[in-house]
């Protein structure tokens, strides 16, 4: 796993340039045939175009080969491009296993992408979300991203080929209202390996804006879980985790002598780890 350093408030630019707690959550539940084969062949929806680079709108992937959705960057991480930005992309598998994404140990090589094949996503097509950008000396805004309100889109995929049986019934994460107020993720479902990131300081994280929460990895049977083996991560599916998806997690800035904020320097947060329990896939 590539051990990744956020770099706080440049995390969407940094792709680009590479290319309160609850009871623990219910696992997920699952759509119908019917309503899956709706979702797979639904009509091809028409995008919003912005004239804005503050705006952007999420594209449809449904029906897309997950091959063909974004890119590898070199944190090892899928995403697409938008506008300025981009959007972390997370495959879905229906029994929680780990695909390929491609990194400098294989060449890059994410054709193992190609066997599979979208049915569902959590943000409908045309959901807007936007940017704010950092400023130069003159107080203009430049290109560089220092801050969004959607920083992924989880995609739920099926194998090529087969019958669609059944599409996961994806969470819609709630937007980051401003820079303080941002929602917990929902991980149930998810690879264990692509919950996020290994930190330099050897804990497994995850980012929320110009922060990140730590993961406490708690397995079903007891067994010691290494966060600094990617291979061992991918052996295990999250079942739950104890801060319930879209909670509220509140932010403050560290301040200079003059009492304005450090918009890269996150001082406090209301809520610092989540519990994912996990099991093996078989």
Not at 14 to 31: E, I, K
Not at 81 to 101: A, R
Request: with cysteine; charged share 20%; glycine share 6%.
């Amino acid at each position: 796993m590539n051990r990744t350093l956020v770099i706080i408030g440049l995390a969407s630019s940094l792709a680009l340039a590479m290319s309160g707690c609850s009871a623990p959550a219910q696992t997920g539940s699952t759509a119908t045939q019917d309503e899956a084969q709706k979702a797979e062949s639904s009509a091809p929806v028409k995008i919003k175009s912005s004239d804005d680079p503050h705006i952007q709108y999420v594209k449809n992937y449904v029906g897309m080969n997950a091959r063909q959705v974004g890119y590898t960057a070199l944190d090892e991480m899928r995403h697409d491009h938008y506008g300025n930005g981009t959007l972390k992309i997370v495959f879905l598998t229906p029994d929680g296993s780990h695909i390929d994404l491609g990194s400098d140990e294989n060449d890059w090589d994410d054709s193992a992408l190609q066997d599979w094949k979208v049915v569902s996503q959590s943000l409908d097509p045309n959901t807007e979300f936007t940017y704010t950008f950092t400023s130069d000396s003159d107080g203009e805004d430049t290109t560089v991203v220092a801050t969004q309100t959607v920083d992924e889109i989880v995609l739920s995929l099926g194998k090529v080929g087969s019958s669609t049986k059944k599409a996961a019934k994806l969470t819609k994460i709630n937007p980051a209202t401003d820079k303080y107020t941002y929602f917990i993720k929902d991980y149930v479902g998810r690879n264990l390996a692509d919950c996020g990131y290994l930190s330099l300081a050897d804990t497994f994280n995850d980012s929320y804006g110009p922060t990140y929460i730590q993961f406490d990895i708690v397995s079903e049977d007891g067994a010691y879980v290494d966060p600094t083996d990617s291979s061992a991560l991918a052996n295990y599916v999250v079942v739950s985790q104890n801060v319930a998806p879209n909670s509220e997690l509140k932010l403050v800035y560290s301040t200079n002598s003059n009492g304005e904020e450090d918009p890269n320097l996150v001082s406090s947060k209301s809520i610092d780890s989540i519990a994912l329990t996990v099991k093996k896939i078989k």
